[in-house]
């Protein structure tokens, strides 16, 4: 399976900033699957940027709905039109920043999919379930909530608590996790579960992405901060197995 290196911009990144970037990722992503998710201002612009590459550009959220009243909020529908391909859904921080429960984020998933979206669902754990030992628990809850029926998408393993922070898990713990999650997915896909690719995030960076990328089941990475710049996205590119 190739291995997939997301690069998740969150609220950064200008349209100025847009050719430096571009120019910078080089010959990156031959054989691997590279995507950029930009902010939506910067999708189109980004998938212009790199038409003739590889690489291909997502979102960080979508609407439930599909079109309609609802001020402020970018539908599927519309970012599959413009030519986005993936689209980040549950992310900590709009869970936690504006109270996206797990059916918001499976229902979010349907309307993405329908849209011909890819979604990346993601799961993780904050510092005090990891202290308070429920770190497996939180995470098979939030699988068994936010995966749909008949998923066809990727799975993004975020421990809260190493977004931004600079801290990782042991390989061990990564391992650990993403063993729980590949059992908790065939039990909920079946046969799609068992090869879906379950992506690691948080602080990746290139120093250490050879070792998380190399633990048994991480199949590519979701990379915030890192990914901002160029020669540290191709970097953690050029750390994936083959
Ligand atoms: P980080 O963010 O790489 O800056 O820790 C990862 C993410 O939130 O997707």
């Not at 609220?11 to 010959?27: D, H, K, Q, S, Y």
């Not at 998710?37 to 609407?63: E, H, K, N, S």
């Not at 975020?158 to 801290?167: L, Q, S």
């Not at 065939?186 to 190399?214: C, E, H």
Request: net charge negative; hydrophobic share 50%.
């Amino acid at each position: 399976m190739r291995p997939m290196i997301a690069g998740n911009w969150k609220m950064n990144g200008t349209l100025a900033a847009l050719p430096a970037f571009v120019a910078g990722l080089g010959r990156t992503g031959t054989d691997v699957d590279l995507l950029i998710c930009p902010p939506f201002p910067l999708i189109g612009p980004m998938i212009a940027a790199l038409r003739g590459t590889a690489i291909a550009v997502g979102a960080q959220d979508c609407a439930v709905e599909t079109a309609g009243a609802h001020t402020g909020d970018v539908s599927a529908v519309l970012l599959a039109e413009i030519g986005a391909s993936h689209v980040i859904l549950g992310h900590s921080e709009r869970r936690a920043d504006h109270g996206e429960t797990s059916s918001l984020v499976r229902d979010k998933a349907r309307t993405a999919i329908a849209a011909g979206l890819i979604p990346i669902i993601c799961v993780g754990e904050t510092l005090d379930e990891r202290e308070a030992g429920e770190a497996e628990t939180v995470v098979r809850a939030q699988l068994a909530g936010s995966v749909p029926d008949h998923f066809a998408g990727l799975i993004a393993y975020e421990p809260v608590w190493a977004i931004g922070t600079g801290k990782t898990p042991t390989e061990a713990d990564v391992a650990a996790m993403h063993a729980t999650i590949r059992a908790a997915l065939g039990r909920q896909l079946g046969d799609a579960g068992t090869t879906m690719r379950i992506l690691y995030g948080g602080s990746v960076k290139p120093s250490n992405a050879a070792a998380l990328l190399a633990v048994p089941e991480v199949g590519g990475a979701l990379i915030g901060g890192a990914s901002l710049q160029a020669d540290d996205f191709s970097a953690i590119a050029a750390a994936a197995p083959r």
